[in-house]
Nanobody
């Protein structure tokens, strides 16, 4: 069982930056693929980025070059650094944990946080 708690969301102007954090419970954190998803009003939840235990990463095309996912296994924390934010990045951002590598689908993830709101003003 893994419990996840996101923080770091807020209101930022277009072009600005935010860093989201996700604190995880559990002794086997390092074995999970950790992912970030987002959901805008009226839209389906979509993949943003993931980082698996081997160190590899994957990103949605819409955030490549702007967002960076990292993890600190010693602190059981995963981060999402978001730069050059755009109004279309506005959404609730969710942290999730999966047993499989390179997981990009919502159904691949077994554990979810409660989400943190990110709002980017134009």
């Amino acid at each position: 069982q893994v419990q996840l708690l996101e923080s770091g969301g807020g209101l930022v102007q277009a072009g600005g930056s935010l860093r989201l954090s996700c604190a995880a419970s559990g002794r086997t954190f390092s074995y999970y693929t950790m992912g970030w998803f987002r959901q805008a009003p009226g839209k389906e939840r979509e993949f943003v980025a993931c980082r698996w235990s081997g160190g590899g990463t994957a990103y949605a095309d819409s955030v490549k070059g702007r967002f960076t996912i990292s993890r600190d296994n010693a602190d059981n924390t995963v981060y999402l650094q978001m730069n050059s934010l755009k109004p279309e990045d506005t959404a609730v951002y969710y942290c999730a944990a999966a047993h499989m590598w390179t997981a990009r689908r919502v159904v691949d993830y077994a554990y979810w946080g409660q989400g943190t709101q990110v709002t980017v003003s134009s």
